[in-house]
Nanobody, 121 residues
Framework: QVKLVESGGGLVQPGGSLRLSCAAS????????MGWYRQAPGKERELVAR???????NYGDFVKGRFTISRDNAKNTVYLQMNSLNAADTAVYYC???????????????WGQGTQVTVSP
């Protein structure tokens, strides 16, 4: 079993910052990509940021340099530093890991439960 636990969400004023964390635990052999998606009410889930095992990153177009994704491979943890937040960033943020649980096992996506980020005065 694999478990992803997110933390760091909450209420922040426009222009403020938040740092999300997501720690993966359980029977993990290898973690490939890690990342964050978000879903606002009435909208589809969209990619926020992704980081490969080698550290390559890509971001959603809306990020525009405001967010930074990073990871600690020793801790199987991914972070999302979000700056200059605005109301449009209000959403539930989900982390994911692309991982396997044994040496020759298939890789699969594992998802966290989500953490609410609300940007409001």
């Amino acid at each position: 079993q694999v478990k992803l636990v997110e933390s760091g969400g909450g209420l922040v004023q426009p222009g403020g910052s938040l740092r999300l964390s997501c720690a993966a635990s359980g029977s993990i052999f290898s973690v490939n990509a890690m990342g964050w998606y978000r879903q606002a009410p009435g909208k589809e889930r969209e990619l926020v940021a992704r980081i490969s095992s080698g550290g390559s990153t890509n971001y959603g177009d809306f990020v525009k340099g405001r967010f930074t994704i990073s990871r600690d491979n020793a801790k199987n943890t991914v972070y999302l530093q979000m700056n200059s937040l605005n109301a449009a960033d209000t959403a539930v943020y989900y982390c994911y890991c692309y991982l396997n649980t044994r040496w020759t096992g298939p890789f699969f996506d594992s998802w966290g439960q989500g953490t609410q980020v609300t940007v409001s005065p």
